[in-house]
């Protein structure tokens, strides 16, 4: 689990498209540096997020750590157009003693989205984004989170009918994330809010009745209320 608050920016220093080590898993991996400042507390098997995308350390020296990539991974985000010196949003996961600053980010990656426009607003910038998958439209609102690169923003604008959503970037968030450097026709991880799904999923058990043989969390919970208050009377 993450925050979205993106801790540093590190460097692309290695990407092996066949790593045969025993760190690399005979899969792709990737070596990242610049980052020495996170690894202090770090371990092998930590979890780690890298543009928003949960990947576990296999390899770790005071500066530099390596993480395995899935082809599943590979498919779904923007790890795979990386290349050598690539700059990278990294977070740690959260202990107890995180600040929440953020919000809840799992790291699970929905889809990628097309920079479309990125437009000036006083020292600030606009970014309209179009998600390959436009059902995860549906869960961006207006006010609400998403994840983009790992970095938790507020959407400021939806039109589900054009298929795209708008975030802005203040001056101070450009400068620590990597989406600061990014213009039109560039890709972003994009990890929409999972309170939304989770809500969505409730409903539709409420109004499908029962799911899995169950009876709806929604229906319960009304049942349950319904049931107290007749016995209140």
């Known amino acids: 689990m993450f925050t979205g608050i993106v801790e540093t920016i590190g460097t692309v220093s290695a990407l092996e498209t066949h790593d045969a080590t025993s760190s690399g898993g005979g899969g792709t991996s990737l070596t990242i540096s610049d980052c020495a400042d996170i690894l202090t507390d770090a371990h092998l098997g930590d979890s780690i997020s890298i543009n928003g995308t949960c990947l576990t350390i296999t390899a770790l ?53 097309s920079i479309v426009a990125k437009t000036p607003d006083g020292n600030a910038f606009t970014y309209r984004l179009q998600p390959r998958d436009k059902a995860v439209l549906k869960y961006v609102v207006e006010k609400g989170y998403v994840t983009l690169d790992g970095a938790s923003l507020t959407v400021t604008r939806v039109e589900d009918g054009e298929g795209w959503f708008e975030v802005m970037l203040i001056a101070y968030t450009q400068e620590r994330v990597v989406m600061g450097e990014k213009g039109v026709g560039a890709e972003v991880n994009v990890e929409v809010d999972m309170v939304g799904k989770y809500v969505e999923k409730s409903v539709r058990g409420y109004f499908e009745g029962r799911e899995g043989g169950e009876i709806g969390v929604l229906e319960k919970m009304v049942g349950r209320i319904v049931e107290e208050r007749l016995k209140g009377r």
Do not use: W, Y
């Open 61 to 113: 020296t005071p500066s530099t750590f390596k993480v395995g990539i899935s082809p599943e991974t590979l498919r779904r985000t923007n790890l795979s157009s990386l290349t050598a010196s690539s700059p990278l949003n990294l977070e740690r996961a959260v202990s107890a003693s995180t600040r929440m600053g953020g919000h809840f980010v799992q790291g699970h990656v929905d889809t990628v989205a």
